[in-house]
């Protein structure tokens, strides 16, 4: 058993945090998020010079080889500096896929993700859904070598950057079925896909997704039809242990700026941080992170588990960076006093992707009821 | 002690029904179910207010000498749950229920004459001007200052977190006219016209980002301010004790009637959010369980009100017990933000830009998650106003429990 980093993997991290310090600090990410295009550009394609988007990609497809725990590494770096760029959903979740689908699909597709050219998103839930990943109403139905996609996704995240979606449909079976789902790359301007594009309250963006009759040649297919829920569900758990990286890095960064800012504001002749009641709440916030992080090691060491196993392990270290992310999330604002409510610190957008990251792939109830049911 | 109500009780109840239903209109109803803070516009505000004032109801807790209604204690319980429960807006606090207890209290018959009837009338705008930049929980450690030039104040400094100030005629305002060894021993009340040459209000924008000028909160500035010596509040030096009289006042407000409607809220919620596989949340026992053990709470605090107000008469204060009410009102409701936006899953994350400009936009998802999440962000910061939570805590055990 060994918890400590390689050099390699150290070397990762160093070349993350040197990249967000040049280009991400606050106010350059509040430009980024106030630009036209919501996301930046210039910062997608350095994170394709870097070789970051090519981190879980074996070499053989161009990617670095690299396994869970350097996608844990960059999400948590990335969860410091609040990076608005959709690297979980191109990479994480939308490559993980990929990685699994066919010889010709990795070959047209994964080249123009590591390079940058492309970012793709997950077009998964669904209004009457909510977290359950086998309730799919959005229906493609097959005529010879064509499918025909209906149906609307809701809240897409990072689709109005992307040029490629991955869409579940069903393909067969009833609506909350797990056999007879199937999963789709499809082209965002092909005919027929409508988008209602929206910024979401962490300063990233999503879309509705709206499919009327739009052609999916049966190339385009991930997998075997009708079979693709085992695959969803373990590329969530992939994509929720990244989230989790990524919440512990924001949760590292709230709780320093808490830290520091009881050392400094003084009231009552003293520095708030010399009463009793606000160091407790500051233990427990660090007592919460240090858990959170175990729990995060834990999930990315796990992933390769047998399926019982591995889905444990996503919904128990799920459940855990919720209830961490709400209360430190909480204390920090609260901490902070009434500058924790303003929009000019940096805290409360801490807050607020801590409080998304907590409803994205199901929230603390949700994964209690799949670890219950998974032990 | 008896529950139930009598036959006048009951007429009074439609009475009250009756009204909301002709005054509370469509266009308001609309305006304020899309808004993100909870407030609604200075028109709306100014118009629902004045619709009170003529039926005599627009500051139930006042005295009958000075315009209240002389409700009993089950009129103002039956009029507080009917209001909350039709969603009106709520009357702004800074002139009704804050200033104006401390004017009958201890201001002079011209200041009473002067500022109260035009408070009840909502002629006037107020705003409060307590915090400072270094003076937040530790409150008396405020710098602004007033320096007596004879016939006048001069005023400079600055004030925080002034809750609708960009709306406001007149701020009343805890300033230094005296340094002393013990700070609370120096501060006097001043009541301030906002359009004096020399005030200065910027916009501070929030977690909800509600853009100017729908912004909640401001920083109010004071360089060279005049104020007439008449505008002083008792005594110099004493504002001490008026400020902490009025403070009672902002915190001893009864919270149940508004939390009971965000339990029923909740619950239209559950019922109509899918969870999938063909149930919805109303049928997930542990959200359930979770909300009915907030909707046990909330009347563990509604029973701890009716016998804390019954207790006293219009115009008395609570006392510090009023520390209990602030405590659990603001953190049962950030409980119930916390649990609507776990009910509306994914529909947390749409961002609305303004309040009320898109109001004939069709929302992203169900009406009624568009100011869900926004809610929960802002409401953080109940638990941080009037004294925070941890202050209150503070207050119980040294007044109350005598630590």
């Known amino acids: ?375 | 002690m008896d529950l139930n109500f009598n036959q006048a009780d009951i007429d009074f109840r439609n009475e009250v029904r009756d009204f909301i239903k002709t005054s509370y209109t469509s266009e308001m109803k609309a305006e304020l179910r899309r808004s993100k803070n909870g407030s609604a516009s200075k028109d709306l505000h100014v118009k629902w207010q004045k619709s009170l004032y003529e039926k005599g109801w627009i500051a139930p807790n006042w005295p009958v000498e000075h315009g209240g209604p002389g409700f009993t204690t089950t009129q103002n319980y039956i009029f507080e749950t009917e209001m909350a429960h039709a969603g009106v807006p709520r009357t702004v606090p800074f002139g009704l229920s804050m200033v104006a207890p401390v004017l009958m209290e201890f201001g002079t018959e011209e200041q009473k004459n002067k500022y109260l009837p035009d408070i009840l009338a909502t002629n006037v705008w107020w705003c409060q001007g307590y915090s400072e930049p270094g003076a937040g929980s530790d409150l008396a450690s405020l710098q602004c200052k007033a320096e007596d030039k004879g016939d006048h104040y001069l005023v400079n400094g600055t004030k925080i977190w002034t809750t609708m100030a960009q709306h406001a005629d007149m701020i009343f305002c805890l300033v230094r006219t005296s340094k002393t060894d013990k700070p609370q021993s120096g501060i006097s009340f001043l009541l301030i016209d906002m359009k004096s040459e020399g005030i200065d209000v910027r916009p501070l924008i929030t977690l909800d980002q509600s853009p100017e000028p729908y912004q909640e909160v401001n920083q109010v500035f004071f360089e060279d301010v005049k104020v007439p010596k008449e505008n002083l509040v008792g005594e110099e030096n004493k504002g001490w004790t008026y400020a902490k009289y009025l403070l009672e006042f902002e915190r001893g407000n009864s919270y149940s009637p508004t939390l009971y409607r965000g339990i029923e809220k909740l619950k239209s919620i559950a019922k109509e959010t899918s969870i999938g596989n063909g149930e919805n949340l109303i049928d997930d026992s542990d959200f359930i369980n979770k909300l009915n053990k907030c909707e046990i709470e909330i009347q563990a605090l509604e029973f701890v009100e009716l016998r804390i107000f019954s207790a006293l008469s219009a115009g008395q204060r609570v006392g510090p017990e009023s520390s209990i009410l602030k405590t659990r009102g603001t953190e049962l409701q950030q409980k119930l933000q916390e649990l609507s936006v776990e009910a509306i899953g994914y529909w947390a994350s749409p961002f609305v830009y303004d309040t009320f400009a898109n109001i004939n936009e069709p929302s992203i998802g169900p009406d009624y998650a568009m100011t869900i999440a926004p809610s929960y962000f802002n409401g953080r910061k109940t638990t941080i106003y009037a004294g925070s939570n941890e202050i209150q805590r503070n207050i119980i055990s040294k007044a109350v429990l005598g630590l």
């Open chain 1, 1 to 375: 058993m060994d918890f400590s980093f390689s050099e390699e993997q150290t070397l990762l991290r160093n070349t993350i945090q040197s990249f967000l310090q040049d280009n991400y600090d606050f106010d350059s990410r509040k430009a980024i998020i106030q630009s036209e295009d919501g996301m930046s550009k210039e910062n997608w394609q350095q994170l394709a010079e870097l070789g970051l988007l090519g981190v879980p990609f074996s070499e053989a497809d161009g990617g670095l080889d690299f396994g869970p725990v350097e996608t844990m590494i960059v999400a948590e770096e990335f969860g410091k500096g609040l990076v608005i760029e959709p690297y979980i959903q191109t990479v994480v979740t939308c490559g993980g896929f990929l990685r699994r689908a066919s010889e010709s699909q990795r070959q047209e597709h994964l080249s123009k993700i590591i390079s940058g050219e492309e970012i793709w998103a997950f077009a998964h839930a669904e209004p009457q859904g909510r977290f359950n990943l086998s309730d799919i109403k959005v229906n493609a139905s097959k005529n010879n070598d064509e499918y025909s996609l209906n149906g609307h996704k809701c809240v897409v995240s990072g689709a109005p950057w992307a040029q490629k979606l991955i869409v579940s449909a069903r393909t067969s079976g009833d609506q909350s079925d797990k056999d007879g789902i199937s999963l789709f790359i499809v082209d965002k301007s092909a005919e027929g896909v409508s988008l209602r594009d929206y910024k979401t309250v962490d300063g990233s963006m999503a879309s509705e997704v709206t499919f009327e009759n739009v052609k999916i040649d049966s190339s385009s297919i991930i997998g075997e039809e009708g079979k693709a829920y085992d695959l969803i569900e373990l590329v969530v758990d992939e994509t929720i242990a990244a989230l989790c990286a990524e919440a512990i890095g924001a949760m590292s960064v709230l709780n320093d700026a808490t830290v520091e800012y009881c050392k400094t504001r003084k009231q009552f002749g003293q520095p708030i941080g010399k009463f009793q009641v606000l160091q407790h709440r500051m233990v427990d916030m660090f007592m919460q992170y240090e858990q959170s992080v175990s729990m995060t090691y834990m999930v990315n060491l796990k992933l390769s588990e047998d399926e019982l196993e591995r889905r444990k392990a996503a919904s128990g270290a799920k459940v855990q960076i919720c209830n961490a992310s709400k209360f430190i999330g909480q204390s920090a604002v609260q901490l902070h006093g009434g500058m924790g409510m303003t929009d000019e610190l940096n805290v409360g957008h801490y807050f607020k992707r801590l409080a998304m990251i907590e409803t994205q792939f199901g929230n603390a109830d949700h994964h209690l009821k799949k670890y219950s049911s998974a032990s």
